[in-house]
C-alpha cells in the first residue's frame, strides 16, 4: 500500500539503539505503569480513599484509655482525691474530716464515647468519597493522558524511521544523478553548470539525512521520557490504522469529565453541610475510672459514668449563613467548569473527526502523488540517460519526488495521530490499544 512508508529495519542497522525494541502495546502498557506522574496520581487516589475511612471513623465509637498521677495538699483537691479513693474518714472526737496534708492519687480512664447527631462528620464521610472518586478518576485520566504521549512519542519514532528510508534513498538517488552528470560533462555533452546543480542537491540530501538522523535520536529519547525511562527507545513495528478504528461517538467516557462530576457531588454535599451547621448536635458516653494512692492502673477505688450531651448554636455571628451562601456559589461553580469541560470535550471530539478525515483524504492524494512522482522521476532518468532532456529537468523531477515523499510520510502521521486523538477524545484510548492488558483502569 505504502512500499516507502513503512521503513526496513535492515537499512536503518547501522543506527538502531542497543535496546530490544517494544511493540506499541508494550510502550503503552509501560507508559501507564511507570510513568512518575501516573504513579503519583494514583499514590493521591490512594491516600484519598484512606480519608474515607478516616471521616468515617469519626461516626464510629471513640475509646480512650487514660492515666494520670495527682500530688496536692491543696485542700479542695485534697477532699475530691480522698472521695473518689472512698478514704474520707470522720474523727470521733471532732465534725471535721480527717485525712493527710499531702494527697496522691492515681487515675485510670477508660472512657467510650459515641456521636448520634453529628452532620458535620456525616457530610464530612459524604464528601470525602466523592472525593475519592474524583482522585481516582482523575489517576485514570493521567494514565489515558500518558498512555496518549506515548502513542505520539511512537508516532514521531515512526515518522522519523519513515524518513530516513526517503533521506537514505534521496541520497542515493542524488549520487547517481551526480554521477550520470559528471560523466556526461566529461564526454563533452553535459554543461558545467548541470553538474554544479547535481553537486547542490547532493549536498542537500547530506543534511537533510543528518537532520532525520537527529530527529530520530530526539523521537526515541522522547519515546523512552513518555515510557518513564531514560535513554532512547527503538519501536518494533509501524501503527496501523485498523488498531484505531472503533469507538463511540461522544466522550462520555473520558474519566476527567467523572472526576469533574465528583467534584460537583462533592460542592453539593459541602452546601448541605453548610445548611446543617444550623442543627443541633447530640452525643453519648460513659467512663470507667479507678483510682489508687500507690500503683497506677490500681483497683484500690472504682466508680462509672453515663452521660448523655446536647449542644445547639444559636448564633455563629452570621459565620454560618455567610458559609452557607460560600458553599452555595462554589456548587454551582463546579456545575458551570463541569459543564464547561462537557461541551469543550465534544467540540475537541468533532474537531478530531474532522481532522481525521481531512488526513484520510491528504494521505490518499499524497500516495497517489508519491506513485506519480516516482514513475516521472523513473521516465525522466530513462530519458536523461538517452540524451533527450537535460540535468536541470531531471533535477526538477527528484526534488518533486522528495517533496512528495516527505509529504506522504507527515500525512500518514497526522493521520494516525487524528484517528489516535478520537479514541482519546472519547476516553476509550487504553481500552481499544490495551484490552487485554489493561482494560479500562490503569
Same mark, same amino acid.
Given at each position: 500500500?505504502?512500499?516507502?512508508?513503512?521503513?526496513?529495519?535492515?537499512?536503518?542497522?547501522?543506527?538502531?539503539?542497543?535496546?530490544?525494541?517494544?511493540?506499541?502495546?508494550?510502550?503503552?502498557?509501560?507508559?501507564?505503569?511507570?510513568?512518575?506522574?501516573?504513579?503519583?496520581?494514583?499514590?493521591?487516589?490512594?491516600?484519598?480513599?484512606?480519608?474515607?475511612?478516616?471521616?468515617?471513623?469519626?461516626?464510629?465509637?471513640?475509646?480512650?484509655?487514660?492515666?494520670?498521677?495527682?500530688?496536692?495538699?491543696?485542700?479542695?483537691?485534697?477532699?475530691?482525691?480522698?472521695?473518689?479513693?472512698?478514704?474520707?474518714?470522720?474523727?470521733?472526737?471532732?465534725?471535721?474530716?480527717?485525712?493527710?496534708?499531702?494527697?496522691?492519687?492515681?487515675?485510670?480512664?477508660?472512657?467510650?464515647?459515641?456521636?448520634?447527631?453529628?452532620?458535620?462528620?456525616?457530610?464530612?464521610?459524604?464528601?470525602?468519597?466523592?472525593?475519592?472518586?474524583?482522585?481516582?478518576?482523575?489517576?485514570?485520566?493521567?494514565?489515558?493522558?500518558?498512555?496518549?504521549?506515548?502513542?505520539?512519542?511512537?508516532?514521531?519514532?515512526?515518522?522519523?524511521?519513515?524518513?530516513?528510508?526517503?533521506?537514505?534513498?534521496?541520497?542515493?538517488?542524488?549520487?547517481?544523478?551526480?554521477?550520470?552528470?559528471?560523466?556526461?560533462?566529461?564526454?563533452?555533452?553535459?554543461?558545467?553548470?548541470?553538474?554544479?546543480?547535481?553537486?547542490?542537491?547532493?549536498? &542537500? $540530501?547530506?543534511?537533510? @539525512?543528518?537532520?532525520? /538522523?537527529?530527529?530520530?535520536?530526539? %523521537?526515541?529519547?522522547? !519515546? #523512552?521520557? +513518555?515510557?518513564?525511562?531514560?535513554?532512547?527507545?527503538?519501536?518494533?513495528?509501524?501503527?496501523?490504522?485498523?488498531?484505531?478504528?472503533?469507538?463511540?461517538?461522544?466522550?462520555?467516557?473520558?474519566?476527567?469529565?467523572?472526576?469533574?462530576?465528583?467534584?460537583?457531588?462533592?460542592?453539593?454535599?459541602?452546601?448541605?453541610?453548610?445548611?446543617?451547621?444550623?442543627?443541633?448536635?447530640?452525643?453519648?458516653?460513659?467512663?470507667?475510672?479507678?483510682?489508687?494512692?500507690?500503683?497506677?492502673?490500681?483497683?484500690?477505688?472504682?466508680?462509672?459514668?453515663?452521660?448523655?450531651?446536647?449542644?445547639?448554636?444559636?448564633?455563629?455571628?452570621?459565620?454560618?449563613?455567610?458559609?452557607?451562601?460560600?458553599?452555595?456559589?462554589?456548587?454551582?461553580?463546579?456545575?458551570?467548569?463541569?459543564?464547561?469541560?462537557?461541551? &469543550? $470535550?465534544?467540540?475537541? @471530539?468533532?474537531?478530531? /473527526?474532522?481532522?481525521?478525515?481531512? %488526513?484520510?483524504?491528504? !494521505? #490518499?492524494? +499524497?500516495?497517489?502523488?508519491?506513485?506519480?512522482?516516482?514513475?516521472?522521476?523513473?521516465?525522466?532518468?530513462?530519458?536523461?540517460?538517452?540524451?533527450?532532456?537535460?540535468?536541470?529537468?531531471?533535477?526538477?523531477?527528484?526534488?518533486?519526488?522528495?517533496?512528495?515523499?516527505?509529504?506522504?510520510?507527515?500525512?500518514?502521521?497526522?493521520?494516525?495521530?487524528?484517528?489516535?486523538?478520537?479514541?482519546?477524545?472519547?476516553?476509550?484510548?487504553?481500552?481499544?490499544?490495551?484490552?487485554?492488558?489493561?482494560?479500562?483502569?490503569?
Amino acid at each position: 500500500m505504502r512500499p516507502f512508508l513503512v521503513p526496513s529495519l535492515l537499512l536503518l542497522s547501522a543506527t538502531l539503539v542497543a535496546a530490544e525494541p517494544v511493540t506499541l502495546g508494550g510502550a503503552l502498557r509501560e507508559a501507564v505503569q511507570a510513568r512518575p506522574s501516573v504513579r503519583a496520581a494514583r499514590l493521591e487516589a490512594a491516600a484519598a480513599e484512606a480519608a474515607v475511612g478516616e471521616a468515617r471513623g469519626r461516626l464510629l465509637p471513640r475509646l480512650t484509655l487514660e492515666e494520670r498521677f495527682v500530688a496536692t495538699d491543696e485542700p479542695a483537691t485534697s477532699l475530691f482525691i480522698a472521695l473518689n479513693q472512698q478514704q474520707l474518714e470522720l474523727r470521733q472526737d471532732s465534725d471535721f474530716y480527717n485525712f493527710p496534708s499531702t494527697h496522691r492519687d492515681f487515675e485510670t480512664r477508660l472512657t467510650l464515647e459515641q456521636p448520634l447527631f453529628q452532620p458535620d462528620s456525616y457530610f464530612g464521610w459524604q464528601r470525602s468519597r466523592a472525593g475519592a472518586e474524583a482522585a481516582a478518576a482523575s489517576a485514570d485520566w493521567s494514565a489515558e493522558q500518558a498512555a496518549f504521549a506515548a502513542f505520539r512519542a511512537y508516532l514521531e519514532v515512526q515518522q522519523a524511521g519513515s524518513a530516513l528510508a526517503w533521506a537514505v534513498s534521496s541520497q542515493q538517488e542524488a549520487a547517481e544523478i551526480f554521477r550520470l552528470g559528471s560523466e556526461r560533462q566529461q564526454a563533452g555533452v553535459g554543461l558545467r553548470a548541470d553538474v554544479l546543480q547535481a553537486q547542490v542537491l547532493q549536498a &542537500q $540530501a547530506a543534511r537533510r @539525512l543528518l537532520s532525520v /538522523q537527529n530527529d530520530q535520536r530526539i %523521537a526515541r529519547r522522547a !519515546l #523512552a521520557l +513518555a515510557m518513564g525511562r531514560d535513554g532512547e527507545v527503538e519501536i518494533a513495528a509501524p501503527v496501523q490504522a485498523a488498531e484505531l478504528q472503533g469507538g463511540g461517538e461522544a466522550p462520555t467516557r473520558r474519566p476527567d469529565l467523572a472526576a469533574l462530576a465528583a467534584r460537583e457531588r462533592e460542592a453539593a454535599l459541602a452546601h448541605r453541610q453548610s445548611q446543617a451547621a444550623w442543627l443541633p448536635r447530640l452525643g453519648v458516653s460513659a467512663s470507667y475510672v479507678l483510682h489508687d494512692a500507690e500503683t497506677p492502673f490500681g483497683t484500690e477505688a472504682d466508680s462509672w459514668l453515663v452521660a448523655a450531651g446536647f449542644s445547639w448554636e444559636l448564633f455563629s455571628g452570621f459565620a454560618t449563613h455567610y458559609g452557607s451562601r460560600r458553599t452555595a456559589a462554589s456548587a454551582e461553580a463546579a456545575a458551570q467548569h463541569r459543564l464547561e469541560a462537557w461541551r &469543550q $470535550a465534544r467540540f475537541q @471530539l468533532q474537531e478530531m /473527526q474532522d481532522r481525521a478525515a481531512e %488526513a484520510q483524504s491528504h !494521505l #490518499a492524494s +499524497a500516495q497517489q502523488a508519491v506513485g506519480q512522482a516516482a514513475e516521472g522521476h523513473r521516465l525522466m532518468l530513462q530519458r536523461f540517460e538517452a540524451g533527450l532532456v537535460n540535468l536541470s529537468e531531471l533535477l526538477s523531477a527528484q526534488a518533486a519526488l522528495d517533496r512528495a515523499r516527505f509529504d506522504a510520510t507527515v500525512a500518514e502521521s497526522r493521520y494516525f495521530l487524528a484517528l489516535g486523538a478520537i479514541l482519546f477524545q472519547r476516553g476509550e484510548f487504553r481500552q481499544q490499544l490495551l484490552p487485554m492488558a489493561e482494560g479500562s483502569k490503569p
